[in-house]
């Protein structure tokens, strides 16, 4: 059985565990909370750093730090894990569904332009699948308009637009480390920023709403989304093999891109971007063709995935406004593109095996 994802942990994470357990500190007061928050932000280049337990509440804190609530629209791309749209109706706020662009999968700047009205109040851009979007573009457009920035980097941690990280854009970044993403602390998540009001605000709401110099007194309402120290002790050593892992990613892509044959769409690094490749991916050429694919993995005893669903299909989302572009990128990415085992530590050997499984079925569902 290969699977999609697995952690890459080892004698470190299990040392830094039983340190964090052995100093009693195992809820959320202790050393490695505070260490974890500093190391990450410097390790994205943001000034603050707000752990949290885990990416979903990450994006929730990020809109009730900034004021997103009823009435408010809240733009997300059409292509994403539920959890991006919502955060926002967790506010009360409408998520706005814009669809994405061909070549990085993440939101479509001039859609996105378009779709902006007096009601929109923030844009989630989304880094899909490792693939930076056009996250400067997408800064212009939310400075022009007015509009906070929050950049949902969950499968991105390490990516580059240009020469900066992807999280070092928005008012405030959010990232995962949930058991398959880039680096994790099992379940955890973390809010960047360089606002030092907006960082007080969410240090405040992620602990109760609790004023920070007068104990027991609330001057809102409050949630506990705190990260243990168990957790950031994790996520340190973790951090201290991160550039590591962000190669073998580099590797993995490369051996998948000679593998596969060329009359496969493959995943690259977009234009002006470096990509993690998350979960490397292809597209097929049709829907039929991807069902057949996937049947063939599975009978190899090979995990695969197929992209999300646009949330605009979806029963709990269909209330919400959608923009959709002419070539609706969104329901043919959706409908062709397919996820490989990615994990760290998979063999050469294992992603010659993909491949070739990849390869036949592909040959022999075109009739080549
Ligand atoms: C994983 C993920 C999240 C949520 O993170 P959790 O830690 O699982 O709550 C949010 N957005 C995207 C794009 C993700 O991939």
């Given at each position: 059985m290969i699977p999609i994802y697995r952690p890459f942990i080892d004698e470190q994470e299990r040392c830094a565990i039983l340190e964090a357990f052995d100093s009693g500190w195992i809820s959320s007061k202790g050393e490695f909370i505070k260490k974890f928050e500093n190391s990450f932000s410097k390790f994205i280049s943001k000034s603050y750093g707000v752990s949290v337990s885990n990416g979903t509440v990450a994006l929730h804190l990020a809109l009730a730090a900034l004021g997103i609530g009823k009435g408010d629209e809240v733009i997300v791309p059409n292509l994403t894990f539920a959890a991006t749209a919502n955060a926002a109706i967790y506010q009360g706020a409408s998520p706005v569904f814009v669809d994405v662009e061909k070549e990085n999968w993440g939101l479509d700047p001039e859609l996105l332009e378009k779709a902006i009205t007096s009601k929109t109040k923030a844009i989630i851009a989304v880094h899909l699948y490792g693939n930076?979007?056009?996250i400067s573009e997408i800064k212009e457009v939310?400075?022009?308009?007015?509009?906070?920035?929050?950049?949902?980097?969950?499968?991105?941690?390490?990516?580059?637009?240009?020469?900066?990280?992807?999280?070092?854009?928005?008012?405030?970044?959010?990232?995962?480390?949930y058991g398959n993403k880039i680096i994790t602390t099992g379940e955890g998540g973390m809010c960047l920023t360089d606002d030092k009001y907006l960082e007080e605000q969410m240090r405040i709401l992620r602990d109760h709403g609790m004023s920070q110099t007068k104990r027991y007194w609330h001057d809102t309402i409050g949630f506990n989304y705190r990260m243990t120290n168990i957790q950031a002790s994790i996520g340190l050593a973790q951090l201290n093999k991160v550039e590591h892992i962000l190669e073998r990613k580099r590797n993995i892509a490369t051996a998948y891109q000679d593998y596969l044959v060329n009359y496969i769409e493959k995943q690259v690094d977009p234009p002006n971007s470096e990509s993690v490749f998350w979960l490397y991916s292809i597209l097929a050429a049709s829907e039929n063709e991807r069902a057949y694919v996937v049947s063939k993995l599975?009978?190899?005893?090979?995990?695969?995935?197929?992209?999300?669903?646009?949330?605009?299909?979806m029963p709990p989302y269909k209330q919400?406004?959608?923009?959709?572009?002419?070539?609706?990128?969104t329901f043919d990415l959706s409908n062709r593109g397919l996820n490989l085992p990615s994990f760290p530590s998979i063999?050469?050997?294992?992603?010659?095996?993909?491949?070739?499984?990849?390869?036949?079925?592909?040959?022999y569902f075109r009739n080549l």
């Open positions: 930076p979007c056009k939310a400075e022009k308009n007015d509009v906070h920035l929050i950049e949902d980097c969950a499968e991105a941690i390490g990516a580059k637009y240009g020469k900066h990280k992807v999280g070092s854009f928005g008012d405030i970044s959010c990232f995962s480390f599975d009978e190899a005893a090979i995990e695969s995935r197929p992209f999300f669903f646009s949330l605009s299909s919400f406004r959608t923009v959709l572009g002419k070539n609706k990128i063999s050469i050997d294992q992603i010659g095996a993909v491949s070739d499984v990849v390869n036949n079925s592909i040959k």
